[in-house]
């Protein structure tokens, strides 16, 4: 059975950091594209950063470059999302997804709520 857990979202202040993590299970990881995605209210599901499957090229929107970093662990079967210097409008539901080709999974998300 497919499986992608997110975990690691909360609430926190402005200038911020959290660690998004995503644990995939049921298929063969490294041979997925992994990425992040997010949608806040009344929004649209966008792309926030992908990385290959040897990890060796990363993707990012331009509103998160120099911010967020994608980082994944073959041997753990885990894909990272380190997020810095959050801002109020970084608030989503963030959505860890798997591609290969014709074959693609979504986790079922971890919300993120940037406030003071």
């Known amino acids: ?16 950091s959290l ?9 063969t990881f490294s041979a997925f594209v992994m990425s992040w995605y997010r ?8 792309l926030v950063a992908t990385i290959t499957r040897s990890g060796g090229r990363t993707n990012y929107a331009d509103s998160v470059k120099g911010r967020f970093t ?7 079967n885990t894909v990272y999302l380190q997020m810095n210097s959050l801002k109020p409008e970084d608030t989503a ?13 979504w986790g079922q998300g971890t919300q993120v709520t940037v406030s003071s």
């Open 1 to 16: 059975q497919v499986q992608l857990v997110e975990s690691g979202g909360g609430l926190v202040q402005p200038g911020g």
């Open 19 to 27: 660690r998004l993590s995503c644990a995939a299970s049921g298929f």
């Open 39 to 46: 949608q806040a209210p009344g929004k649209e599901r966008e």
């Open 70 to 76: 994608i980082s994944r662990d073959n041997a753990k």
């Open 93 to 105: 539901v963030y959505y860890c997804y798997a591609n290969r080709q014709s074959d693609d999974y």
